[in-house]
């Protein structure tokens, strides 16, 4: 097998061999049969790979030196921000007064768990300008979800039966699904010429028959919304309820509070603004607080000290929907976020906000020169660029770039979202990052633009279609059909059929 092919833990695997040996637990054989009722026995033993320690951890070091991962390099990721996490988060959340503790300890035994929580909750309250939170949603869509079922549950109890929710035509596709999800109809708003929400077109949309409107501000196309004071006028005045999408948090930390602005429900994701590791799906958390007339609509149970000399106790809040997860939350990630926010404090979440904001407008002026920027106008915490016009000139396309800036040590930003731009490039380069590395970010993404003018310049004979078409082609997997591989997912290996 060459270097280049890691075998699966399967082909390594040799009759005997093993990574450890329990001693026995001294069940016998018989009482397994005994115990366990017989349909539930399989036939046959299931298949496990059988190799040594030292195999299998060569085998996984292997597979992470293949990857990038957030802690080799940049990931400018727009929307998504994946930002360099603080190893004390990490080590924190690790303590095993917090790690090893089980989410259905009783109360008296869990009293610093629950003060953590409920600081949590206080914090994030403060941070976003609302009354309470839940921390149970397990992650950004989760806690959209658990928003419009708090929008119904306030709406249904007032006897108001209203059928739409608002969601500008730049919003991200969870924005939608849990409009779906939550039992409501959507209704698009268009953007404006500026990027933000056409308020004429808004107030068209607007009757008593709308319950509300989810908003990311700043938008997805990393813009603030400067109409927000007026937009939240006109939905308030048909009854409707605003709530934040707070995916892009980190671009007004300390500056500016969705509850100033006049939302009414916040979903924040802990795992983009408040360095929770966030990859592979998970685990994420996305806490959603809200302004004091919700407050008793809220998920229960939330720890409250409501015990005998102050002590914490689990109350379910007096209207609450329920539950919108098994336990507590992501508990842990919820550790980590509440570390990272002590680290920095009031002043250096500040800070977060305003490297995030420099590093973004800093490469929006960068890329002018080869890159479209269609809304070329002070961004927030991450900018869109188009590929449209080195489409038409050189043939290359967004995923082009993306592909190509792999092989330039970067991994690639998001492309072709939002919607309403096209050949889309949304780039985040986060707050984490040196000015050093924003410049070289800056420097790689001009030089694809250039090498692909060059060879447009050089003519079909000299070569065709742009090389960045082959990209990459320095990392261990080359371009991959990325729409088959979504279609078509096989994310196991049947030792049995090979
Ligand atoms: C603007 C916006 N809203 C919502 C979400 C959904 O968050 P999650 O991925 O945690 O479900 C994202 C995720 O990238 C996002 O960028």
């Given at each position: ?6 075998p699966t833990l ?20 018989w009482?397994a049969?005994?115990?366990i009722p017989p349909g539930w026995?399989?036939?046959e033993?299931?298949p ?5 320690e ?5 085998h996984?070091t292997?597979l992470?030196h ?14 998504c ?6 190893k004390?988060?990490?080590e924190?959340a690790a ?10 300890a ?5 009293q610093?768990w ?5 600081d949590?909750?206080?914090?994030l ?5 609302m ?6 949603p ?5 806690g959209?979800l ?5 929008m ?5 109890d007032a006897?108001?039966?209203?059928r739409?929710?608002?969601?500008p035509?730049s919003?991200?596709g ?11 109809e ?13 308020v ?7 009757d008593?028959?709308?319950a509300?409107?989810?908003?990311t ?5 990393g ?5 927000i004071v007026e ?5 308030h005045?048909v ?5 934040y ?6 671009a007004?930390l ?11 429900i ?5 795992h983009?603004?408040?360095?929770v590791?966030?990859?592979g ?23 409250v000290?409501?015990g ?12 609450s929907?329920?539950r ?7 508990a ?7 570390t990272?926010?002590l680290?920095?404090g ?18 929006r ?6 890159y479209?920027?269609?809304y070329?106008?002070p ?5 869109v660029a188009s ?9 290359l396309?967004?995923?082009?770039v993306?592909?190509?800036l ?9 492309t ?8 889309a490039l949304?780039i985040e ?13 800056g ?9 692909a ?25 080359g371009r991959?059909?990325e729409?088959?591989?979504?279609r078509?997912l096989?994310p ?7």
């Open positions: 097998m060459g270097r280049d092919e890691e399967f082909e390594l695997s040799a009759p005997g061999r093993s990574a450890a040996s329990f001693r026995s637990t001294g069940v016998p054989e009482a049969s005994e115990l026995l399989r036939d033993p299931t496990v790979a059988e190799v040594s030292r195999d299998l951890v060569a996984f292997r992470t293949r990857q990038y991962a957030v802690d080799l390099g940049a990931y400018p990721l727009g929307s921000t994946m930002k360099y996490n603080p004390a988060c990490d924190a303590l095993p007064g917090l790690a090893d503790v089980h989410p259905a009783p109360a008296p035994l869990t610093g629950m003060e953590l929580l409920s949590l909750d206080t914090i309250c403060r941070i976003t300008g009354h309470a939170a839940t921390l149970q397990a992650a950004g869509a989760a959209e658990t928003g419009l079922l708090l119904r549950a306030w709406h249904e006897g108001r039966q209203r739409r929710v608002l969601i035509d919003a991200h969870t924005n939608p699904a849990s409009v779906t999800l939550g039992g409501y959507v209704t698009q708003v268009p953007s404006d010429d500026r990027g933000c929400v056409d004429a077109a808004l107030r068209e949309r607007l008593e028959d709308v509300g409107i989810m908003l501000n700043p938008n997805t196309l813009l603030f919304e400067e109409d937009i939240a006028r006109s939905v005045e009854g409707g309820l605003l709530y999408d707070g995916a892009n948090l980190n007004i300390g500056i500016v509070r969705p509850g100033d602005m006049g939302f009414d916040v979903h924040m994701n802990l983009k603004t408040f360095a590791p966030h990859g799906g998970g685990p994420g958390a996305g806490p959603v607080a809200v302004s004091e007339r919700l407050a008793p609509y809220l998920p229960g149970p939330r720890p000290r409501g005998p000399d102050g002590a914490f106790t689990w109350e379910r809040p007096a209207r929907i329920g919108v997860h098994g336990w507590h939350g992501n842990l990630a919820l550790a980590r976020a509440y990272y926010i680290l920095n009031g002043d250096g979440l500040q800070r977060v906000a305003e490297a995030a904001v420099l590093n973004a407008n800093w490469l002026h960068r890329l002018r020169g080869s479209d920027i269609p070329d106008r961004n927030m915490h991450e900018l590929v449209q016009g080195l489409k038409k000139r050189t043939g396309r967004a995923v082009d993306a592909k190509r792999l092989e330039e040590g970067f991994h690639a930003p998001t072709y979202f939002p919607l309403i731009v096209d050949e949304m380069p986060t707050e984490t990052e040196s000015p050093e590395t924003v410049a070289a970010l420097d790689a993404l001009e030089r694809i633009a250039r090498e003018e060059a060879e447009a310049e050089a003519g079909p004979e000299a070569g065709g279609v742009p090389a960045a078409q082959a990209a990459p082609r320095t990392t261990p997997v991959v059909d729409a088959r591989a979504a078509t096989i196991t290996w049947d030792a049995r059929g090979s």
